[in-house]
């Protein structure tokens, strides 16, 4: 999947769904593994599990977000990482949704010529500015501001999600879906890919618009 094909509505739908039904997965695998496994709480972590579903809410943010189909990539390879750099804040049904509203966020930031504010992003997310910005800080700490991704890396990404969302085309019976998420024994977004950058490129910094 190439990132001209990304502005096909049709392929867009098939990753919205595809990124929902993985993420969903993963929320749920955790969600039994917090029960024997000690975990952090973080800025992420709601009081209860929302009650928008993750598809619904990813959904909304596809529709008022008015980023780049890049941005939905790149903020999935900003969730592996994340996931990756924080294995004590796995992602669950009490966060999955705040990282995905500030990891599409970040990534338009960081993508995009023009983005919406903070402000106009935590009205999308449904939640208060103040809570945009904290989360914001958190996730670029998270990360280590390891923001940049090589042309290399989004192309390995792009394939991935290819691959596993012609897996995911009926029929396809529950033990070929397990057999075909990369997960690894934390149950995390981990990929297993190697970033091939030689350096981390840095981009000159812009002034957050909150």
């Known amino acids: 999947m190439a990132a001209d ?19 969903q997965r993963v929320s ?13 709480i973080s800025v992420f972590h709601g009081l209860t599990r929302p009650t ?29 990482r994340f996931a990756q750099r924080q294995p ?5 049904s009490l966060n999955v949704h705040r990282l995905l509203i500030t990891s599409v966020m970040v990534a338009a930031k960081f993508m995009d010529d023009m983005y919406y504010n903070n402000a106009y992003y935590a009205k999308v997310g449904g939640i208060n500015t103040r809570e945009m910005n904290f989360l914001e800080v958190d996730f670029l700490f998270g990360l280590g501001f390891h923001l940049n991704v090589s042309p290399t890396t989004f192309q390995t990404y792009c394939c991935y999600l290819q691959r596993e969302m012609l897996l995911m085309q009926p029929p396809l019976d ?12 934390s149950l995390n ?7 091939e950058e030689s350096s981390r490129q840095k981009r000159q910094q812009q002034q957050l618009a909150v």
């Open 174 to 185: 529950h033990a070929a879906a397990d057999s075909s998420l990369s997960f690894g024994k």
């Open 52 to 80: 928008i579903s993750i598809q619904s809410y990813l959904e909304r943010i596809f529709k008022y977000a008015n980023c780049s189909p890049s941005c939905y990539v790149v903020a999935y390879v900003y969730l592996d």
């Open 88 to 92: 004590s804040l796995p992602i669950n």
């Open 28 to 40: 749920e695998s955790n969600d039994i593994n917090c029960q024997f496994q000690p975990q952090k």
């Open 5 to 23: 094909q990304l502005e096909n509505p049709k392929v867009m739908t098939s990753l919205i769904t595809f990124l929902s039904s993985l993420l």
């Open 189 to 195: 977004l981990h990929l297993c890919f190697s970033d």
